[in-house]
């Protein structure tokens, strides 16, 4: 199962919408280095598919694009959250681990006001960084065992 990343999508504070980047440095025990989501824990790396994001657009929910959904990347061929925690990713240099499928989310965000609902609390993904590196945008997406 392979897929690609669309885009990086990094924020300095939480809870807003993040800008997309041409590439991303991923650090170990830490994420995407600058955003405000990373750090020691184990929702250090946000996914979410475009196939998501389309099916908030198909719901006709203008303006969405990458980074919207404040995820770190957008991806393109998996279908995110039907893998199991613990599956382990490729992720151009970088491998990544699954370590949580979806999110409760306890205060709603800028997406949620502005689009009423949002696909990141049960589409989106979590993965803690293994292996650092860079990724960027056209990287390949592979499963590994």
Not at 22 to 38: C, Y
Not at 54 to 66: Q, S, V
Not at 96 to 118: L, P, R, S
């Amino acid at each position: 199962m392979n897929g690609r990343v669309i885009a990086i999508n990094i924020s300095e504070k939480k809870g807003v919408p993040k800008k997309t980047i041409e590439s991303g440095v991923f650090q170990v025990d830490h994420g995407l280095v600058g955003d405000a989501h990373a750090g020691n824990w184990h929702r250090q790396v946000s996914l979410l598919g475009i196939e998501s994001i389309n099916k908030m657009k198909a719901l006709g929910i203008e303006g969405l694009c990458t980074g919207k959904f404040a995820e770190n990347l957008t991806t393109e061929g998996i279908v995110l959250y039907e893998l199991p925690v613990g599956t382990k990713l490729q992720i151009g240099e970088t491998i990544h681990e699954v370590t949580q499928i979806g999110k409760e989310c306890h205060t709603k965000c800028a997406i949620f006001h502005q689009v009423g609902n949002c696909v990141m609390p049960t589409e989106g993904i979590f993965t803690k960084v293994l292996k650092e590196g860079t990724i960027k945008s056209g990287d390949m997406i592979s499963v590994i065992e």
